[in-house]
């Protein structure tokens, strides 16, 4: 039985849950945008769709220290500079970022384990929302995701007046536990109602129809040699705009800084959009921004299908649809590639 | 408008004067076009477009076209033509393989700003009488047509074509623009005010270098941030220091070369108002040395190229704005 | 940022010398016996215009809490102009740190020849204590760099 908590107690449920670890959720900054932040009191929760930047930072952040070193003489002392991670839940997930989670999980939870990404996986709590008004430049649908039933621990259901919450793991039904007394039952009737108008504008949205039947891993030479990629790359300026906003990029580069008094060593995003990125001793093995533009939608599209029992690993949130610079998107470019 | 110039151009491309179009390609949507090189009249009608949503500067690009042979037909906007000036003084674009259209320019659309009002799963916008009607998934909403231009196009300096070898429709004026207000407003406040407010806009910024890429002034082949052996080379901010140093830099590099054209506040993917950094450099040269607007022609000596003995001393900082 | 055995705050003051003027003057203001603080560190360079805004921000990361440049006065550069491009480069970007918000007190231009090492520890002194009002640097500080 899924229980409901009214809209004018979810000020109550922040400031339960804020109480005992650290809350994230969606809301409106000052230019219009979304973006996730640490819950505070008085602060609302978001009707966009989507946040500027995904939740998968939440996980995988934009840098991270990962060990320091000092040298005295010839001694040289490693440190371990990991900060303790703590309990903390993600509230307002939409689908499409709560599968990016799954492909993210692929890459850094099987052998070798990335630890400081699995920390990060055991205590975080991802609260998914259903989404209603599903935008324009959705396309989740086309990767088998169905955005009225999102995963996560827990997902919530709105139906206008408040949501229904519904436990998918262990880990969520100890958070629904938690907050029971905040909850009461409600006509579940509405909630079908509003699943099944979300599912009508589903078939609506301009991109419903679009196919990934010409990709994955089997059509690597004809998609890598296609002569597409030339007027496709054309226009790219190479900037990191898509890599940044999306939720499944998950490519980084270690580095290390000299602080004056030792070195800290630290990762941060990379994107294969960059004139350095796989940079080795003999020099760049994509030395055109073609090379470099096609190895972003090839791993999408047909390497990581290759290494995943065929699952893409684009999720359809549309961010890069909305953020590149010049509008060129994986969308226009899988329509181009499509063989009809 | 748009008929207009593709038909100049079939022509154009007809006659021999070129053998490419640059211009802009139509997207998925209504809103989302591309830059993009045309080569057949085939390609011209079924794709060119420009409407309300081409704000996209061409200049760039032709630094990479005019390295290759032939001649190319640019569609340039008033703004576009100061960056293309400015590339052809500093040797980047070579003049004679371009042949310069001049078209009206803004103010364009910013669909982001439509979106930032709540109005989602946006099918259409008709603009009728300064009001757009914009057609959603939802039903129909409304908007004021200036509270969606471009960040690029609040402000807009000059209706002016600096550059051009033949012009469709009428050539404008340099407007009186108010477009230091803001720069102005940030000076009135006192320094821990203006820190507090380019702490809460920098930190928004991912470091996708969008602003750097596409700003027609950024023309290195390698920039600093990306070049191991300059020392500062980062691809992410690890802290508000670098994010600091990334901003200052970049607009540093372009003082006195920038020509206001917007493009970096445009792109920017956090709406960080990266063009008071640009005005701020252009408010301070207009006011200490003298006015000037890069790219308004290919002679005037760049303000950080040149001197007089009396200049004023650095101390002036001191004396100027609030606190 | 330093701190002495009182635990009082010592600024760090990061001064760029000219090799042809201020440099010498250090070295006129040293053999007079004229008193400059400890606190201030000098970095010689060939001319105050090859100092680039990098240099000025790189020793605000590495923990300077003020940085202070000095070169030929106007008219007298070994190289003939190029101290009126510093002047230019360093007004612009003196006004942009303070338009960021960073305290203008921290950063200065000043003209001192070979002959002047009276106004080279005059001028030491007083920026070291116009930044030693101003406390540690802290809005344009890398936390990686400070000192543990």
């Known amino acids: 039985m899924l229980r409901k908590i009214t809209a004018a107690k979810l000020d109550q449920l922040f400031e339960a849950i804020s ?60 440190k371990d500079i990991r900060k303790e991670c703590e309990d903390f839940v993600i509230f307002g997930v939409r689908a499409c970022d709560a599968r990016s989670f799954d492909i993210l999980d692929k890459v850094y939870l099987v052998d070798p384990v990335d630890s400081f990404y699995k920390n990060r996986r ?3 709590t991802v609260v998914t929302m259903a989404c209603t008004r599903p935008a324009e430049t959705c396309f989740c649908t086309a990767f088998g995701i169905n955005p009225t039933m999102p ?69 690597l030479n004809e998609l890598f040699n296609s002569d597409k990629w030339a007027g496709l790359s054309e226009s790219c300026i190479g900037c990191g705009t898509c890599t940044f906003v999306c939720p499944t990029c998950q490519c980084y580069d270690i580095k290390d800084f000299n602080t004056g008094d030792g070195i800290v060593r630290f990762r941060c995003w990379d994107s294969c959009m960059y004139s350095d990125f796989t940079k080795m001793a003999h020099g760049n093995p994509r030395v055109s921004q073609l090379e470099r533009f096609r190895q972003r939608f090839m791993h999408k599209l047909v390497y990581f299908p290759s290494n995943n029992n065929g699952e893409f690993s684009c999720v359809g949130c549309g961010r890069c649809l909305q953020k590149c610079p010049i509008s060129m998107n994986i969308v226009k470019v899988m329509k181009a590639l499509e063989v009809k | 408008m748009q008929e207009a110039m593709i038909k100049r151009a079939k022509e154009l491309l007809a006659d021999g ?19 993009a090189v045309f080569t057949t009249a085939q390609e011209l009608d079924d794709s060119f477009v420009c409407d309300d949503f081409t704000s996209a500067n061409l200049s760039k690009y032709l630094i990479k076209e005019t390295i290759k042979d032939g001649k190319i037909l640019a569609f340039l906007k008033p703004c576009d033509t100061y960056s293309f000036n400015q590339l052809v003084k500093e040797y980047r674009i070579d003049r004679e393989k371009v042949y310069v259209i001049g078209i009206p320019g803004g103010p364009k659309l910013d669909v982001e700003k439509i979106k930032s009002k709540g109005i989602t799963g946006i099918l259409n916008v008709r603009n009728e009488n300064y009001t757009l009607k914009i057609e959603t998934l939802y039903g129909i909403s409304e908007m004021p047509f200036y509270e969606a231009i471009s960040v690029k196009c609040e402000s807009c300096k000059s209706k002016k074509h600096v550059v051009y070898d033949e012009l469709i429709g009428e050539d404008g ?151 | ?99 960021l918000g960073i305290e203008r007190d921290r950063t200065r231009v000043e003209w001192v020849s070979a002959a002047e090492g009276a106004k080279f520890a005059a001028t030491m002194n007083e920026f070291t204590e116009a930044v030693r009002k101003l406390g540690p640097n802290r809005r344009l500080e890398d936390l990686r760099c400070r000192k543990q």
């Open chain 1, 122 to 124: 055991d205590h975080g």
């Open chain 3, 1 to 99: 940022m330093q701190v002495n055995n009182n635990n009082e705050f010592q600024p760090l003051i990061v001064a760029f010398c000219c090799n042809w003027c201020s440099y010498a003057g250090a070295d006129l203001s040293g053999t007079n016996r004229l008193n400059y603080p400890t606190n201030v560190k000098i970095i010689r360079v060939p001319c105050s215009c090859r100092v680039n805004p990098m240099f000025i921000l790189r020793a605000f990361q590495r923990g300077a809490d003020g940085v202070i440049l000095c070169g030929c006065h106007p008219g007298d550069c070994h190289y003939t102009s190029g101290n009126y491009f510093t002047r230019r480069r360093m007004t612009l970007l003196f006004s942009m740190l303070d338009f």
């Open chain 1, 19 to 78: 109480g005992k670890q650290t809350l994230y959720i969606p809301t409106d900054r000052e230019d219009g945008a979304a973006e996730f932040r640490k819950y505070e009191s008085g602060m609302k929760l978001s009707n966009a769709l989507n946040t500027v930047r995904s939740a998968k930072d939440f996980f995988f952040p934009q840098t991270e220290n990962l060990a320091a070193f000092k040298m005295e003489g010839k001694k040289i002392e490693v």
């Open chain 1, 151 to 219: 995963g996560g621990d827990v997902t919530a259901f709105p139906v206008g007046d408040g949501f229904f919450f519904m436990a998918n793991t262990e880990k969520g039904e100890k958070f629904l536990a938690e907050i029971d007394h905040l909850l009461e039952d409600g006509d579940l009737s509405r909630l079908a109602d509003v699943q099944e108008n979300t599912r009508n504008i589903l078939k609506k949205l301009p991109l419903a129809n679009l196919s990934t039947d010409s990709f994955g891993g089997d059509k």
């Open chain 2, 17 to 35: 004067t070129v053998d490419r179009v640059m211009g802009w390609k139509k997207g998925e949507f209504f809103y989302d076009h591309t830059p």
């Open chain 2, 173 to 323: 004026e340099v407007l009186d623009s108010n477009r230091f207000d803001m720069v102005e407003k940030l000076e009135n406040m006192t320094s821990q005010e203006r820190y507090d407010f380019w702490r809460s806009e920098l930190s928004k910024c991912i470091r996708c270098n969008a602003c750097r890429t596409v700003c027609p002034a950024c023309t290195c082949e390698k920039c600093v941030f990306e070049n191991p052996d300059s020392g500062i080379e980062n691809k992410a901010a690890a802290d508000s220091f670098e994010e600091n140093m990334f901003h200052i830099i970049r607009a540093f590099h372009v003082a006195g070369r920038c020509t206001d054209c917007g493009e970096c506040s445009r792109v920017c993917p956090e709406n960080i108002p990266l063009h008071l950094l640009n005005r701020k450099f252009i408010k301070d040269i207009n006011d200490l040395y003298g006015t000037y607007q890069a790219g308004e022609n290919t002679t005037d000596k760049a303000p950080l190229n040149d001197y007089k003995m009396d200049d004023c001393e650095a101390s002036i900082v001191h004396e100027r704005g609030a606190e």
